[in-house]
């Protein structure tokens, strides 16, 4: 009796392992994968050039427009600033997803802020 009650605690215990095993790798590779993400957007944007065009914003309009959506006039745009001026639908809808991948291809150095360059 005392032999089968040792080995019902060892085998419990490598359940409980095993399980907090996998919780770990799962998040540990949830982690991965928004990193791989987070560096392909990151890597488009640095290398991204946009040709001027015939429709194009002047600066100083452009620069109007940024200190408009920068709410707290700290000279940058965070990423709540701009979620609340996207959610007013100025300029049509974008779904959360599309918004952070979005914020993720500006915010080229991770601060969690955008300036205006």
């Not at 990423?79 to 001026?85: C, H, Q």
């Amino acid at each position: 009796m005392k032999d089968g009650f040792v080995a019902l605690f060892v085998i419990i215990g490598l359940a409980v392992f095993g399980a907090v095993a996998y919780l770990f790798h799962r998040n540990a590779v949830k982690k991965q994968q928004e990193r791989y993400k987070a560096h392909f957007v990151r890597g488009i944007a640095r290398n991204i050039s946009i040709a001027p065009s015939a429709g194009m914003i002047p600066a100083d309009k452009l620069k109007a427009e940024f200190d408009h959506i920068d709410k707290d006039k700290g000279g940058t745009i965070s990423k709540d600033e701009l979620k609340e001026f996207v959610d007013t639908g100025k300029f049509g809808t974008i779904s959360d997803k599309d918004f952070d991948a979005m914020w993720t291809a500006m915010d080229v150095d991770g601060s969690g802020e955008v300036d205006f360059v």
